[in-house]
């Protein structure tokens, strides 16, 4: 590929398919580059479902849209119009306002969704937008000229190409092109380093359709099962750490949908540590196939449909950027001036070193905000981030990485990209009028 740039895209996830599709819309000439053959990143490539919380509720039962705004939106439709987009919870938590027996009549959003159609919609909507595709290329390198990065270069079949453009945004979820380019970076929680840890997602498949039901929806059958799992868990015959067992109806008659493995201390971005966690965690699906035959009702026939391609990786680097977004941020839904992303997704911290979940929820009808400073790395003046790597806490992580939010941050990063690249200005001098004028356009928010 020849042709020069006016931004590069690395990364094919949620936040860079977005990201692409918004400069692009803007009239820039963009390359979208990917090391698998698909777009979707974690979607996808990991298989993580459903899309977390992406709206709200105000006190009359109103939805407040938080990240069904903008391409994000699209793509929910899109997946609606083709019949893969389901409910993945019958109901809602109730909400403290209703009185004793005053009905819920708040919609319930579709989450959970058939990522083969999420697939071939990126491929669609980046198509449309004309944004150029390099997929089967994994970036290696980083070419700088003082504060400013002139090329990225990919590794392929064929040998290695270099790309060059006025603007790059890094959507590698591991903030791989800002490390190449020797911008600073966080890894896990302050004090050991230590990351969330890794989950190996998974489909069940012909299990008895009313006792999946069953299994997902009455508390009182998923405790028993809970018990059970917790006993085995005592005397050795479970190894898996988790405390409990996370499933949720997926695509399809009796099939479920597993995010229940967790591997813990391993580093997520050493290739030999990555191996292991791969090799342990298909272990462990092994052993709640055999747990759900054994002890599940209705799941005695069942059969593994799937493992994803990749293990699913939940925090790595987090840049070091102008802001650093805090858990306070979150937990008090702070406003900031320069916001370019909502939130209502709370603090979700998968115990790093053993069983445990921290959990804390915004109250319905709030929302956080996400600050342009986080997505501006430091050092090289061309170059945003999109998606997981921000500039956060990790307890502040914890609640902003999720899908909806992260392709939300990727739209903004797409669209202040393209000011930056028609105003030749460095990404620490936005103009945030701009951005919010052009946002407030595409996304009708902000
Ligand atoms: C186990 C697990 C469960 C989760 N549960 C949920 C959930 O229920 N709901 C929810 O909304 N969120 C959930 N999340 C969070 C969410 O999936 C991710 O944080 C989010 O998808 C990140 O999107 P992204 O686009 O920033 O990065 P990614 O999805 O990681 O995309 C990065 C893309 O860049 C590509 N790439 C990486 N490095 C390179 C390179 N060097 N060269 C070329 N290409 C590269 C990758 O192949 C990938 O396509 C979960 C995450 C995990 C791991």
């Known amino acids: 590929m020849k042709k020069e740039h006016d931004v590069i895209v690395a990364g094919g996830g949620l936040a860079g398919c977005c990201a692409a599709i918004a400069a692009a819309r803007q009239n820039k000439k963009v390359l979208l580059i990917e090391r698998y053959g698909f777009f979707g990143g974690m979607a996808t490539a990991a298989l993580v479902n459903p899309f977390m919380k992406y709206n709200t509720f105000d006190e009359k039962g109103n939805i407040i849209p938080v990240n069904n705004t903008g391409i994000f939106k699209e793509i929910l439709e899109t997946l609606d119009r083709r019949n893969s987009l389901f409910i993945s919870f019958k109901k809602h938590d109730r909400p403290k306002y209703l009185a004793a027996g005053e009905v819920d009549k708040r919609a319930v ?5 058939n990522e083969e159609v999420l697939k071939k919609i990126l491929d669609e909507m980046t198509e449309d937008a004309g944004v150029d595709v390099l997929f089967h290329s994994f970036i290696f390198k980083a070419k700088k000229r003082g504060q400013k990065l002139t090329s990225v270069s990919t590794v392929g079949k064929a040998g290695v190409r270099e790309h060059k453009a ?3 945004i890094d959507a590698t979820g591991d903030a791989d092109v800002c490390a190449l380019a020797g911008c600073g970076f966080d890894i896990g929680r302050d004090g050991d380093g230590k990351c969330q840890p890794m989950t190996l997602c998974f489909r069940l498949g012909n299990a008895d359709p009313e006792k999946v039901e069953q299994m997902v929806y009455d508390i009182e059958k998923r405790e028993k099962l809970n018990a059970k799992y917790k006993e085995m868990q005592k005397s050795g015959e479970i190894k898996n750490q988790r405390e ?3 499933v949720f109806p997926h695509v399809g008659n009796g099939v479920v949908h597993f995010n229940s493995t967790r591997i813990i201390d391993r580093n997520p971005l050493e290739p030999q540590e990555l191996s292991r966690a791969e090799n ?7 052993e709640l196939v055999k747990f759900f035959r054994e002890n599940a009702e209705g799941f005695e026939n069942c059969i593994l449909l799937q493992t994803a391609p990749q293990i699913g990786i939940r ?3 987090r840049i070091k950027g102008r802001y650093k977004l805090t ?3 979150i937990v008090k839904c702070v406003k900031f001036y320069d916001s370019i992303a909502r939130g209502c997704y709370g603090i979700d911290i998968h115990n790093p070193t053993g069983g445990g979940t921290v959990i804390k929820h915004i109250s319905e009808g709030g929302y956080y905000t996400i600050p ?3 997505i501006i790395p430091e050092k090289i003046n061309n170059l945003l981030v999109a998606g997981r790597p921000i500039s956060a806490s990790h307890e502040a992580h914890s609640a902003m990485r999720v899908m909806p939010i992260c392709a939300n941050i990727g739209e903004a990063a797409g669209i202040a990209a393209s000011i930056c690249t028609d105003m030749r200005i460095k990404t ?3 103009d945030i009028e701009k951005l919010h004028e052009i946002l407030r356009k595409v996304a009708r928010l902000y």
Request: glycine content about 0%; charged content about 45%; cysteine-free.
């Open 315 to 317: 925090e790595s680097r």
């Open 428 to 430: 620490k001098d936005m």
């Open 280 to 286: 342990e965690a298909r272990k462990q699906a092994d």
């Open 244 to 246: 409990n067992i996370l």
């Open 372 to 374: 342009y400073r986080s």
């Open 327 to 329: 858990d306070e941020d």
């Open 166 to 168: 006025m603007f790059f």
């Open 109 to 113: 959003p579709k989450r959970t969704f």
